[in-house]
């Protein structure tokens, strides 16, 4: 009849939503360590956890929305549909990511792909949003009077030119070839201020992106350019979203993609192969309350358990203790709980990249 301490909801949490673990594998391993806790039991222990820390995931949404640039992505989830027993539909979790000033990951599911999801968490948000062609026509920005701005992600476009190579080696090369100066551009400006980026992509990537923008309505109207075509998808993706691909040049904080939204939100979709579907839309919320807090605490490369533990610790005790909480704060108070060995891994991931990116600058220059 006792409770079970702080440690074992924080091993279901990190078991589940950080390790990828359905609660039946779960119940597998704590059984091998001597302790029988049934699903059932685990799925109440996640809910009061949820419940406990929801106040915190509220704060980071707060922070996320006063700031002035948020990358958003979703992805599709398998959700259990309780008017046929066995059934499924399709629902989406979005995830909201902030910049350098609001440096939270910020989940939210909604039982559809219709704007109503992301109009309703954005609520009175007035900013950026970057976001795939999706956000700009039917998504996050329709119905906000200009308050929301749109700034669509350049690696969808080069994707769909890397699709093409097999269909029309030339065009999609020259493509790629215009895309490859534009990320050096953006290398380059990646340890300047805002400012300066600005100043950076005013002078030498806007006209690169007018070369660009000549070519491509060149090609549109080439006849050997079929629309159906891998290439020429291609070509009038990018025409078509035009405004939105040039906004990053307009702002200096704004990035080019939104690749490291994309990534984040990997975490969800590698989890996804193990556990299959969701099992409510109450089950929803409290996946996205969950992930907002593991994805946070790993862009700061923290400790997860010992953060985790800390956090209902903390809450169960005062649920007004949040400021000290957020994974930012948490870490400069805790900097023993800070994983070195990821941060030495990003660092070195980072500079392979930016060599092999000047590497083949050196041989353009040939």
């Known amino acids: 009849g006792s409770r079970y301490g702080f440690g074992v909801t924080a091993q279901i949490i990190l078991g589940k939503y950080a390790d990828h673990l359905p609660l039946y594998r779960l119940e597998d391993v704590f059984a091998r360590a001597g302790v029988v806790i049934p699903r059932s039991t685990q799925v109440g222990l996640l809910d009061a956890a949820a419940d406990l820390v929801r106040p915190l995931t509220e704060r980071m949404k707060s922070e996320l929305l006063g700031s002035d640039v948020i990358g958003m ?6 959700l259990q549909d309780d008017s046929l027993p066995g059934a499924m539909r399709t629902a989406r979790v979005w995830l909201a990511r902030g910049r ?68 029309d080696p030339k065009r999609a090369a020259r493509a790629l070839a215009f895309y490859r100066q534009l990320y050096d ?28 923008k000549t070519w491509l309505d060149q090609q549109n109207g080439d006849p050997k350019a079929l629309p159906k075509s891998a290439i020429g998808t291609a070509i009038r993706y990018a025409i078509n979203q035009w405004q939105p691909l040039l906004s990053y040049t307009t702002e200096g904080q704004l990035p080019i993609d939104n690749n490291d939204t994309e990534r984040d939100l990997r975490r969800l979709t590698v989890g996804r ?15 996205a309350t969950m992930y907002t807090l593991i994805a946070s605490a790993s862009r700061h490369q923290l400790d997860l358990w010992a953060y985790i533990n800390d956090v209902l610790r903390t809450l169960a005790g005062d649920k007004d203790q949040v400021e000290s909480l957020l994974p930012d704060r948490w870490a400069s108070a805790h900097p023993d709980s800070i994983r070195s060995y990821r941060q030495a891994e990003s660092l070195a991931r980072a500079a392979k990249t930016k060599a092999r990116r000047a590497r083949r600058r050196k041989l353009a220059r040939r």
């Not at 992505?73 to 398998?78: A, E, N, Q």
């Not at 949003?129 to 999706?134: E, L, Q």
């Not at 192969?273 to 409290?286: E, H, M, Q, R, T």
């Open 273 to 287: 192969k193990n556990w299959l579907f969701i099992g409510s839309p109450a089950a929803g919320s409290v996946a």
């Open 185 to 212: 551009i953006e290398d380059r400006g990646s340890d300047l201020s805002a400012a300066e980026r600005l100043e950076l992509r005013r002078s030498e990537s806007l006209p690169l992106l007018a070369d660009f």
């Open 100 to 167: 350098e000033s609001a440096p939270y990951n910020v989940f939210f599911f909604h039982e559809s792909r219709e704007r109503d999801g992301p109009a309703k968490f954005l609520g009175d948000y007035n900013g950026w949003v970057s976001v795939d062609a999706y956000g700009v026509n039917d998504g996050v920005y329709l119905g906000s009077g200009g308050r929301i701005l749109a700034s669509c992600c350049h690696a969808h476009a080069r994707r769909k030119f890397e699709a093409a190579k097999s269909n």
């Open 73 to 78: 992505d979703d992805t599709p989830v398998r």
